[in-house]
């Protein structure tokens, strides 16, 4: 099972900002390799690389052994089915559209997460998280409408059309992947869920050889080496950084990729994004905000009513 959460909620909000950082270069490699590399082989390099770099890790903590154990690896194989095919369609993504706008797409990952969860875990889901939920699934609409014009024949690229439609399929993949990690927490360390997920992914990127994978430039080559190490010390941090704090005092600082992903999208890729898509973004994390602000408004109330009914000595 996985650590007790510590009462550092700075260092837990600093490890959280290094993991967002690090992905979102991770992300921004996989970007800059997209025109030579296609996704799946780009998968093969993020998952195999972030193996020795997550051994390592265990191996420094004592927990090799403890942290590997697994009594459920079907479960394990099923989370990383899914959430292979989210990572998959999230690279696809990145060669298709901007980076902000493929960040801000993504974000309707935990919206959806809401929805599943309550569908397949019988989580209750009231009125508010439900009212928030729509909120940010308009904030998405309003990030997508430029490339679903294309439909009532607007001017938009097919490709960008595409890109939209993948990065959004791959945010349903991800929110169910999440339906599975909950399931899996129950019984596995979470360091076990970490690995064999990168097992899983490594071994089914390898299906898409036939579909047209490439021997890289050393450029390039460079890039998914580098990609891969970073996706899993940001894997490592973000573990981290919920064993540090609640999940409820670090999670909103996921949005900080926003701010990141403007930023690498304008100096390095030359995207500078448009009102539309800001708007719709600005409701999509103020949606993720609520339900986080919400959810640790409920933790605190069930751990009141705990304390009210355990016996005072």
């Keep these: 099972m996985a650590d007790a959460v510590g009462n550092s909620p700075g260092r837990g909000i600093a490890l959280k900002i290094v993991s967002v950082s690090l992905f979102m270069v991770m992300a921004s490699l996989i970007k800059a390799a997209s025109d030579e590399v296609p996704p799946g082989e780009a998968m093969f390099f993020r998952s195999l690389l972030a193996m020795p770099v997550i051994l390592t890790w265990l191996a420094l903590r004592g927990e090799l052994a403890t942290g590997l154990r697994t009594s459920n690896p079907l479960g394990h194989f099923w989370r990383g089915l899914v959430g292979s095919t989210a990572m998959g369609l999230g ?9 902000p706008e493929v960040t801000a797409i993504g974000y309707a990952a935990p919206l959806l997460t809401v929805v599943f969860a309550a569908m ?32 009532s024949g607007g ?18 993949f991800a929110a169910l992947a999440q339906v599975f990690v909950r399931r ?46 970073f996706g899993g010390l940001g894997q490592i941090f973000l573990t981290s950084s919920y ?19 403007l930023g690498v999208g304008y100096f390095v890729f030359d995207e500078v994004p448009s ?11 103020l949606a993720g905000v609520l339900i986080i602000l919400r959810e640790r408004a ?15 000595g």
Excluded at 275 to 285: E, Q, R
């Design 91 to 99: 690279f696809a993504g990145l060669g298709l559209l901007p980076l």
């Design 120 to 151: 397949f875990l019988n989580e209750p889901v009231g009125v508010f998280r439900l009212s928030t939920v729509g909120l940010g699934m308009v904030g998405v609409l309003i990030v997508l409408s430029p490339r679903l014009s294309a439909l």
């Design 155 to 172: 001017a938009v690229a097919p490709a960008e059309m595409l890109g939209a439609i993948v990065v959004l399929t791959g945010a349903a």
């Design 184 to 229: 899996l927490v129950m019984s596995e360390h979470i360091a076990a869920i970490v690995f064999y997920f990168s097992v899983t992914s490594t071994l089914l990127s390898l299906l898409t050889v036939p579909f047209g994978w490439v021997m890289p430039g050393n450029g390039a080559l460079a890039m998914l080496m580098i990609a891969g190490v």
């Design 243 to 261: 064993r540090q704090a609640d999940a409820s005092v670090v999670a909103p600082f996921e949005y900080s990729s926003m701010l990141l992903a």
């Design 275 to 285: 009102a539309v898509m800001l708007g719709g973004a600005g409701l999509i994390v």
């Design 298 to 312: 409920l933790g605190l109330e069930r751990s009141r009513q705990r304390r009210a009914m355990t016996p005072q």
